[in-house]
């Protein structure tokens, strides 16, 4: 994966637990690529700030009773997203990465993790349309169900320099789901740009981040 060689040796993310509040959203969001409606009571911490690395945008993550929302803000972009499916992993993306049980003590996934991502194009017959989807976890010791195509929303609005991108993993797509305030699940994300490189949660891809569960942030449901 590229921008390895930026990585610090230990980042300083590992040198703590990384807990995040998830705030709740009063009623589910239309999913219409317009990020007005979310405040920054919902974005996520500026953890790549730590190792001195540079922001690709802000994301916002928050919780309902009918899944997970996300969204992310590119700007600064010279070129139109960079967008395959089928590559997701080598396209401009926000990937989301969940344990609903936030298991911390394995280094492979459960059937309780998944991961997911969302992209600004690669849908449709021109696969100029978002995209979402969700992709096994490589080394998984169990893999989670794949949701069915079209259970994942994703919306984007586009720009000159750049889009605004939102997506909802519904409810029934989240294997073992409970969500009650006070649930602690484990998270990460990874918002990546072909142009501008990558930001994310807690480590980079010297970490394997996309095998090892370990790693992500504990987000607790407020």
């Not at 994301?59 to 499916?85: D, F, M, N, Q, T």
């Not at 320099?161 to 797509?173: M, N």
């Amino acid at each position: 994966m590229p921008y390895m060689d930026d990585d610090p040796l230990v980042p300083f993310a590992m040198l703590v637990r990384l807990e995040v509040p998830l705030q709740r959203l009063d009623k589910a969001l239309p999913i219409d690529g317009d990020l007005r409606k979310w405040s920054d009571r919902y974005l996520m911490p500026a953890t790549y700030e730590l190792d001195e690395r540079p922001d690709v945008g802000p994301v916002w993550i928050a919780w309902h009773e009918s899944g997970l929302y996300v969204a992310c803000r590119v700007r600064g972009k010279r070129r139109p997203p960079e967008c395959k499916p089928r590559w997701f992993w080598k396209s401009d993306n926000l990937r989301i990465m969940t344990d609903t049980r936030d298991t911390k003590d394995t280094h492979r996934a459960t059937r309780f993790c998944q991961q997911f991502y969302f992209m600004a194009a690669g849908g449709g017959d021109g696969e100029d349309e978002p995209a979402a989807g969700a992709a096994k976890i490589h080394r998984a010791r169990q893999d989670a169900p794949l949701p069915a195509e079209g259970l994942l929303q994703v919306a984007v609005k586009r720009y000159r320099d750049g889009y605004d991108l939102e997506g909802h993993i519904p409810a029934e797509a989240l294997a073992g789901f409970e969500p009650v305030p006070g649930r602690r699940i484990g998270l990460y994300y990874m918002l990546e740009d072909r142009e501008r490189g990558q930001q994310y949660l807690t480590v980079g891809d010297a970490l394997y981040w996309w095998v090892d569960p370990s790693v992500w942030a504990t987000a607790v449901l407020i």
